[in-house]
Every structure is written in structure tokens, then in C-alpha cells.
């Protein structure tokens, strides 16, 4: 059972990263070493917290999921992600992994929510799937916060930023942070990026941050540019379009408006310590 935290408030400043890398189509061991390689080096820039990808453990890649559902998607306990438990143990970092999951429903695009002890803490799914997304997987139906010294973090997976009412049900949770996962892609998916999260952050009162892809997968050429935004919807933090990088963000307790009051109206939150 995942260990759920009591309601408080940040217990001072916290670093979190976006990892911005291109995945080895189908490879989940080798993006697997790609992950627990980029945690390691996050912690010892001082990151507590790295939030990789959509679907970084096999690729966004639909046809080899398609393919191959059994070979491509993961669970808590699939022995292929301990490299990842590993590296959080010893480095004490949380990490946000997205990969493909599978349960007796059947597929999710979701991500996995590694403690600093290196357990899985839970799992998010993608909850509002992109339209060609909706023939292999089934949507998610829960939400999903986490604590982090304090700090409540909601998870969301690319096109659920596209919704606005996704963002304002994690602020309405108490959250000071809207985590996201994602593949944007050149052209569009860049604009979509740069209007939806920016907007979110400020018609929220949150910090938002978005981890994507670079380079090609599943069809898609990503645009990088992960980055994170202030509460007030400036960048605080971008990466280039094309390298493979991590970025970083202090987030500052003072620069967030009050959570909710009432704890007993607020969804019990993974403990990430």
C-alpha cells in the first residue's frame, strides 16, 4: 500500500527537474538506463524531484505497442524498472516516469511515481486521450496528487493541459505544482505548449512543469523547449528544441497562494519521502 501524507504545508524551497531526452523505440531496458542515468545526474544538481516523457519507457510508438502490448508495457512490479528504483534509492530522488501500463482494463499511456526510497508510490493515467490515442487505450479515471516536503503535486499527462478544468481540479486538490508528462510535437504542438501551460499557471496560482521528448518517435518530431513556469505564467526555466537536457526549478513556498484550508476536502497525497 502506498503511504499517503497528512495535510501541511511546504517545509521550504524544493528543486525539480524536467528530463528532455529521445527514447530508443520499443527499448524499454535501454530508456529504462536512460532514466535511472538522468536521476542520478539531477540529483547531484540538487534536484528532489525528475519528471521524465509520455510513454518515454517504450517510445510514443503506437504500431510496436500495438505489436507487442505485453513486451512494451510495464507494471509496479516489473523487475526491468529496478535500475530506476535504484538510482532513487541511492541518490534520494523522487522520479515521475511515463511509460505504458496494462491491468486487467487494458492499456493506459500512464506514469509511474517513484518515492526518494525507491518504491513505486503509485500511478497516474492519462485521462483525456489524444483522438488517436482512443482506439488503443482506455482513459484514466482517477486523479493524483503527491507530497513532497510538503509540497502537493498534481500529475497530468500532455493533452490533459489541453483541458482547463484538469489543471483547476488539481488547484481545487491544494496543489502548488501541475507536473506534466508529454510529447509536443514542431508546429502546432510548440504553440499548444506555450499557450495552454502558461495559462494554466496563472489562471491557477500554480507552477507548471512540462517534460518532452526531443527528436523523432512514434511519427512525431518533438520540439523539446521543455520548461517550467512560474505561477504568474513566466518561464522560469527552458530547454533547447533539439539537445538532450535536463532544467531545473526552486520553487519558492512564497510565490504560492494558500491551499485549501480544510483538509478533509482534499484527496489523501502520495508520500514521495
Request: with cysteine.
Amino acid at each position: 500500500m502506498p503511504e499517503l501524507s497528512e495535510l501541511h504545508g511546504p517545509r521550504g524551497t524544493v528543486r525539480i527537474a524536467a528530463a528532455q531526452a529521445c527514447p530508443v523505440p520499443g527499448d524499454v531496458v535501454r530508456n529504462v538506463a536512460t532514466v535511472a542515468a538522468s536521476i542520478r545526474e539531477a540529483a547531484a544538481n540538487g534536484a528532489q524531484l525528475v519528471v521524465f516523457p509520455e510513454k518515454f519507457l517504450c517510445g510514443y510508438e503506437p504500431d510496436l505497442v500495438a505489436a507487442d502490448p505485453a513486451g512494451l508495457a510495464v507494471s509496479a512490479d516489473d523487475p526491468r524498472l529496478d535500475p530506476i528504483a535504484e538510482a532513487c534509492r541511492d541518490s534520494g530522488t523522487a522520479a515521475v516516469v511515463g511509460a505504458v501500463s496494462a491491468d486487467g482494463g487494458g492499456l493506459a499511456i500512464s506514469v509511474f511515481v517513484f518515492s526518494r526510497a525507491g518504491s513505486v508510490a503509485g500511478r497516474y493515467d492519462k485521462q483525456f486521450l489524444f483522438g488517436s490515442e482512443t482506439g488503443l487505450y482506455r482513459p484514466g479515471t482517477r486523479d493524483c496528487t503527491l507530497d513532497l516536503d510538503g509540497w502537493r503535486l498534481g500529475l497530468g499527462i500532455c493533452y490533459d493541459s489541453g483541458f482547463p478544468e484538469h489543471a483547476a481540479t488539481v488547484a481545487a486538490d491544494g496543489c502548488h505544482a501541475y507536473l506534466l508528462s508529454a510529447l509536443f510535437s514542431v508546429g502546432n504542438g510548440y504553440q499548444e505548449s506555450r499557450t495552454w501551460l502558461p495559462d494554466r499557471a496563472r489562471d491557477n496560482g500554480l507552477y507548471v512543469l512540462m517534460a518532452n521528448h526531443v527528436g523523432h518517435t512514434g511519427g512525431w518530431h518533438a520540439c523539446g523547449s521543455s520548461a517550467v513556469w512560474g505561477p504568474d505564467g513566466t518561464v522560469l526555466a527552458e530547454a533547447g528544441p533539439e539537445a538532450t537536457e535536463l532544467v531545473y526549478a526552486d520553487l519558492d513556498p512564497a510565490a504560492c497562494g494558500a491551499t485549501a484550508a480544510d483538509g478533509a476536502s482534499l484527496r489523501p497525497a502520495l508520500l514521495l519521502s
